[in-house]
Every structure is written in structure tokens, then in C-alpha cells.
């Protein structure tokens, strides 16, 4: 420290001495450069004032005293900005350390999430999920059961961020330890809504909806607890309709039921489940339509359901000036034709 | 070695003669224009907070010495002690970012980089001595 304060000063009095002699601007390049080099030292601010002052003391000693008594004056006005200046590399490191980790925690997450789409003959499946900064507040799942039936659930933690991953690992260990056996949507979410209220803050809600697509009959099941309602796209018509189930969101009640719904699904037909972050995102205008959203979907329709999400994901984030505001998840299931 | 001098704190006024007493010890220890510019901010924040939470207490200066290796080190050690509130969670205020102290690195984290050392003992309801110190380089 003081080695380099000594180095600082010399180099200091060197180039300050060119720059008087020739007033140009290399010399005040040299300054620019020199402000780099005592920042990668951490001098702080009052000690760059001393740097000046002693280099005046060589090449101008007969000034007033009035000058001298100044800068004083000003070390003492520069000692706010040294004790901001040194807060500041502190907070710098304590930053990193939080980032580094926030990045193990997010990879740690990501394990939470299904690598792959369960391998289904009778059905294209795609799904995207994208957390607005670096942990999620969403979370989905597939499973497949005995009778190659399969599930397929999502979930939204209102809020974002940690405590919203923090939550979501519980969504995940309440899924992984229901019973074995397929169980029907509404039984489902009423076996997780009671581990959500037992083991949650009652401030935090999680919204959710499960499905379950049975291949033998090609009718979609599926409950709804205060989620986003998804779609589906009837093909022969070629339009598309709310899919919406009623329901409380989990956690907030102990006793909650929930309705099931059925849907026939023709082959083309395919069922859209997302999180509120796709259709809350928001441009100059305001929130996109749910109608803005359901015309993308069908603009790539021809392609795959993994071709779709991914489309419709870019264009919504490139609306958004890619940055997301809200955790994004949008799943896609096919009934091939 | 040196007398030591007490300030009694209990306005304005009291920050700026510890201040003062703080520069010209700083002064006669020999200190250079930056340190003694640390020396006398160090008093003044911690001048400052007894002001502002305890309402009164003092600020005791000495000029002290340890002898060491390289020879004998000489310093700077200021005490400051109220019989205020005291402060409930030390750690909380040691914390940099903690907000009541004004932010941007002041509050007794900032007075800690200033210092060389630094040492801190509060009772809830009895008070606080805070003592730092500050070696000639």
C-alpha cells in the first residue's frame, strides 16, 4: 500500500511535470490513463489530491499560503467521496460472492426440472421455461404413468426471485412425494394444496395447473388452481378457446376442492399451458392481448410443438426489448395426426 | 507519554473541538495532511453519533506508543464513550449499506476503514465505548 502510493507519486510528478511543459493533449491522455492506474491501486480520491499537492510543493514552492491552506480545505471535501470509494470496492466484493451464489442455487434449480418431454407416441409435446432474472418462480412437470397416461402440471409462485425459487423446490418435493398411483387432477391438487398451506408463509401463493392426458381415449383431463387459464386449439375449426378451470389458489385454504374438466382432443388438436409471465408481457403499449398471443401461437402452427414455444418465446421477449419482466413458461401438447 | 485529552460532546460545538484537539495531536504526532484530515473525519463521525443517539458523552485523544520489531510505533488512539441507549445489534450496525448512518460509506464501518484499528463494546441501555487507533506509517 504505501509501496504503491510512493510508485503512484513518482509517476505522478513525472507526467503532471510534461504535461506543464507542453500543454497538450497527450499529456492529458497520460492523465486518463493514470486515473486507471490509481483506481487498479485503490488510491483513494483525498489521496490523489495529496499526490497533486506534493507535486506542486516541487515545482511551485513559493506559492501563497492561502493556496496551501486550501487544499486543506479540499482534502477534507474529498473525504466523503474516499469513505463512499471504499464502501463501494466492498460492496463490489460482496456483490460477486452473492452472485456466485445465486449462480450455484440457479444451477441447483434447473436439476429440479425435467431434462427431457416424456417420450409419447400419440403426442408432440414442447415447453419453454425462461426465469426473468436468474432463479424461477415457475415450475412444470411430466410424468408418465403405468397406463401411459401422461401429466403434466405447472406452477407459479406469485413473486419472483429467491423466495419465489425457495418455494418452488417445495412445489417440486410435494409433487415427488405424492402417492404413486395416477392421480386423478382434482385429488392431485388437493393433496399439494395442503402441503403448500402446512409448510408455506401465508403470504405466498402458488397458482397451478395439472392435467393428465390419457392416450387410450385422447381426452385431457385437468384442474385449476387460480392459474392463468391456458388454450386450446381446436383444429377442424381452427379456433382457439380459454382453457379455464376454477379453483383457489394453492395454499390459501385447507379444505379446497377442486373441479375437473374434460376435453376431447382430435388429432391436430393440441392444449397451450403457460405461466402469467407470457401473457403479462408488457411493451410501450401496455400488456399484449391474450388474442395477440393466441395469433403468434397459430402464425407457427405448422411447425413442431418444441418449434412453436421456442418461436413464440422469442418473438414476446424480442417485444419486450429482451428483458423479461416475469418468469416465462409455455408448454405445448399435440395429439399428432 | 503524552497527556491525554477529553471533549465533552453534547452539540455542534463539541464535534468541532474534538476535531480540533484530534488535529493538533494528529499534528504533533506527526501525521501527514491525509491522515490527519482520516483522524479528524474518524472523530467526527464518531463525535457525530454520540450526538445524534446518546445525546452527550466524550471523546478522550492520546498520543500513544508500542514497541515492535522495527523499533518503537507511535499513535493515535481516540476514545469515544456515552452512556446513551447503547446499540441493540452491533452487527447490524458494523453492516456496510446499513442505512441509518447517513449511507455512502460513512457510520462506524467507514470510521473502521479510516482507522487501523478498531474495537467497539455496547450495552443496551448503558452505552457504548468505541476505541480506535491510528499508527504512523
Known amino acids: ?337 | 507519554m503524552s497527556v491525554q485529552s477529553n471533549v465533552e460532546v453534547h452539540s455542534e460545538w463539541g464535534i468541532v473541538s474534538a476535531r480540533q484537539a484530534g488535529r493538533n495531536l494528529a499534528k504533533e504526532l506527526g501525521f501527514g495532511g491525509v491522515d490527519q484530515a482520516r483522524i479528524t473525519t474518524a472523530i467526527s463521525e464518531l463525535a457525530r453519533n454520540i450526538y445524534l443517539y446518546a445525546e452527550k458523552g466524550e471523546i478522550v485523544l492520546e498520543g500513544i506508543e508500542k514497541k515492535e520489531a522495527g523499533g518503537v510505533h507511535r499513535g493515535l488512539r481516540i476514545v469515544a464513550k456515552d452512556q446513551g441507549p447503547g446499540i441493540k445489534s452491533v452487527r447490524e450496525v458494523m453492516e456496510d449499506g446499513y442505512t441509518t448512518s447517513g449511507g455512502l460509506g460513512a457510520g462506524l464501518p467507514g470510521v473502521k476503514r479510516l482507522m487501523d484499528e478498531f474495537d467497539i463494546d455496547s450495552i443496551t441501555g448503558e452505552g457504548t465505548v468505541i476505541t480506535v487507533v491510528k499508527w504512523l506509517r
Open chain 1, 1 to 337: 500500500m504505501a509501496d504503491s502510493y510512493r510508485l503512484m507519486q513518482e509517476q505522478y510528478v513525472k507526467i503532471l511535470k510534461t504535461y506543464l511543459e507542453d500543454k497538450n493533449e497527450i499529456g492529458l491522455y497520460q492523465a486518463q490513463q493514470f486515473s486507471k492506474k490509481v483506481l487498479e491501486n485503490q488510491i483513494s480520491p483525498e489521496e490523489v489530491v495529496s499526490l497533486h499537492i506534493e507535486a506542486l510543493e516541487q515545482f511551485y514552492p513559493d506559492l501563497p499560503q492561502g493556496a496551501w491552506d486550501s487544499f486543506d480545505f479540499l482534502i477534507e471535501i474529498m473525504m466523503g467521496y474516499g469513505m463512499a470509494y471504499r464502501e463501494h470496492q466492498i460492496l463490489r466484493d460482496k456483490q460477486k460472492e452473492l452472485e456466485s451464489e445465486i449462480n450455484v442455487a440457479a444451477n441447483m434449480q434447473q436439476t429440479f426440472l425435467p431434462d427431457e418431454v416424456p417420450d409419447v407416441e400419440e403426442l408432440d409435446i414442447g415447453v419453454i421455461s425462461v426465469p426473468a432474472s436468474k432463479m424461477s418462480g415457475d415450475y412444470y412437470h411430466f410424468v408418465k404413468d403405468n397406463n401411459g397416461c401422461v401429466g403434466v402440471a405447472i406452477a407459479d409462485i406469485i413473486g419472483k426471485g429467491v423466495p419465489a425459487a425457495l418455494c418452488m423446490s417445495m412445489i417440486k418435493y410435494g409433487m415427488d412425494s405424492l402417492p404413486e398411483q395416477r392421480l386423478q387432477p382434482g385429488a392431485l391438487l388437493e393433496n399439494l394444496n395442503r402441503v403448500v398451506e402446512q409448510n408455506v408463509a401465508s403470504n405466498m401463493f402458488i397458482t397451478m395447473m395439472y392435467g393428465s392426458y390419457d392416450p387410450r381415449v385422447h381426452h385431457f383431463y385437468y384442474s385449476g388452481a387460480g392459474h392463468e387459464p391456458g388454450f386450446f386449439y381446436n383444429r377442424a375449426e381452427d379456433t382457439f378457446e380459454e382453457l379455464y378451470a376454477k379453483g383457489l389458489v394453492l395454499g390459501l385454504n385447507r379444505d379446497t376442492q377442486f373441479r375437473e374438466y374434460h376435453k376431447k382432443i382430435e388429432p391436430g388438436d393440441f392444449i397451450v399451458l403457460l405461466s402469467d409471465g407470457v401473457t403479462e408481457c408488457r411493451t410501450a403499449e401496455g400488456f399484449i392481448e391474450r388474442e395477440e398471443l393466441t395469433r403468434l401461437i397459430h402464425q407457427y402452427s405448422d411447425l413442431s410443438a418444441q418449434e412453436i414455444v421456442n418461436n413464440v418465446f422469442y418473438q414476446l421477449e424480442k417485444l419486450q426489448g429482451f428483458s423479461l419482466r416475469d418468469d416465462f413458461s409455455l408448454i405445448i401438447l399435440r395429439r399428432k395426426v
